[in-house]
C-alpha cells in the first residue's frame, strides 16, 4: 500500500549537544548514498521503517542550532518519538575520554570525530537483513543483493521524499522461497539464513538488550558473532560491539594501536581490551578516520569476507 501524505503528521525539535554532526552520525543506517530505504539529500536525513502502527518515515534536518524531526505515515508519532536515539542523542559517551586518553591514535580521532554520535533504531530485522547479505562477500556484492531485494518487494515510504522504499515485512521475507534471491547474487546458504531470521522477527524485535539480541540471534542457523555485533551496534547502539570474524577490522586495530600491519580476533581484543564498554566506538572511530592497515598483494574491497 502506498502512502501519499506529504506534509508531517509527527514533530518534534530536538537540541544536540555542541559540535554534533547528523550527517556523520547517521551514515551508519545508510548502505551507501544510494540505499533506496535511506538516505542524506540536501542536508536532510530520511529514514523509511515499519512499526506495529504502519509504515513511517522520519526526517531529521538541522534548524538553527536544533534538530528537527519530522514524521510521516501510520507509524509518524512512534518514530519521532524514538527521533533522538536514532539521531544518536541517546549516545552516552560519559567515560570514554578518560579511555581514550590512554593511548594518542584514539585521543586525536575522538577529538577530530567528537560530534560523531552511535544511532540506536531499536529494530533489528532491518540490520540484520543487511548484515546477511554481506557475509563472506565483497561490498559491491552485498549493496547488488540488498538494492535488488529492496526492489523486489517494493514498497513505498511515506512522505515526499521519493523514491524511497520501505525495508520488507519479515513475514514476505520469511514465505519467499530461496531460489528468488538467486538472481540478486544471494546463494541458498544465505537465503536461508534470512528466511530463518525473518521468520522469528517478533521475538528478535522484542529483546530488552543487545546481550539478549545477541543471544537470540547466534541461536539462528547461519548467524554468528559478526553479524550479531553489526545488528546490535545500530539497534542498540551498542558501543562495546567487536565485529569479530571482519577480514579487515582486526588488522585496522592492530596497525592503529600497536603499528603493526597484521592482526588476528585474538589480538584486536586483546588490544581494545583496555576500552571496554567502548571497544566498537574506537573501532567506528577508525573507520570514520579512514585508518587502513598496510595492503599487502591485491588490493581487497573494504568490506570484504566477514564471516557469519
Not at 538516505?39 to 538553527?64: D, M
Request: aromatic share 8%; hydrophobic share 45%; charged share 20%.
Amino acid at each position: 500500500m502506498r502512502v501519499t501524505g506529504t506534509e508531517p503528521t509527527a514533530r518534534r525539535e530536538l537540541r544536540p549537544p555542541t559540535g554534533y554532526r547528523l550527517a556523520a552520525s547517521v551514515r551508519a543506517l545508510t548502505f551507501s548514498p544510494y540505499d533506496p530505504c535511506a538516505r542524506v539529500a540536501a542536508g536532510t536525513f530520511w529514514w523509511a521503517t515499519r512499526t506495529p502502527e504502519g509504515p513511517a518515515t522520519l526526517a531529521l534536518r538541522p534548524s538553527g542550532g536544533a534538530l528537527l524531526a519530522e514524521g510521516y505515515g501510520p507509524g509518524a508519532d512512534r518514530v519521532v518519538q524514538r527521533a533522538d536515539a536514532i539521531a544518536g542523542l541517546r549516545d552516552d559517551v560519559s567515560g570514554f575520554a578518560a579511555l581514550a586518553a590512554t593511548h594518542p591514535v584514539v585521543a586525536r580521532l575522538a577529538a577530530q570525530h567528537r560530534g560523531l554520535r552511535m544511532p540506536a533504531t531499536g529494530q533489528v530485522f532491518p540490520r540484520l537483513l543487511r548484515a546477511v547479505f554481506e557475509q563472506k562477500v565483497t561490498g559491491k556484492e552485498a549493496y547488488r543483493a540488498y538494492a535488488a531485494t529492496m526492489r523486489h518487494f517494493a514498497e513505498a515510504a511515506p512522505g515526499p521524499m521519493q523514491p524511497l522504499l520501505l525495508p520488507p515485512d519479515p513475514a514476505a521475507v520469511a514465505a519467499t522461497p530461496y531460489w528468488v534471491f538467486h538472481p540478486f547474487g544471494v546463494e541458498q546458504r544465505r537465503a536461508e539464513t534470512l528466511r530463518r531470521a525473518a521468520a522469528v522477527a517478533d521475538r528478535l524485535e522484542r529483546c530488552a538488550d543487545s546481550a539478549e539480541a545477541t543471544r537470540r540471534l547466534t541461536a539462528i542457523a547461519g548467524i554468528g558473532a559478526w553479524t550479531a555485533a553489526e545488528v546490535v551496534r545500530i539497534a542498540y547502539g551498542d558501543p562495546d560491539a567487536v565485529s569479530v570474524g571482519d577480514f579487515h577490522v582486526p588488522n585496522t586495530v592492530a596497525w592503529a594501536l600497536a603499528g603493526e600491519p597484521r592482526g588476528d580476533d585474538a589480538r584486536m581484543l586483546a588490544l581494545l581490551e583496555p576500552f571496554r564498554g567502548h571497544r566498537g566506538r574506537v573501532c567506528v572511530l577508525l573507520a570514520a578516520g579512514g585508518v587502513q592497515a598496510p595492503k599487502y598483494g591485491p588490493r581487497m574491497p573494504i568490506r570484504s569476507f566477514a564471516r557469519f
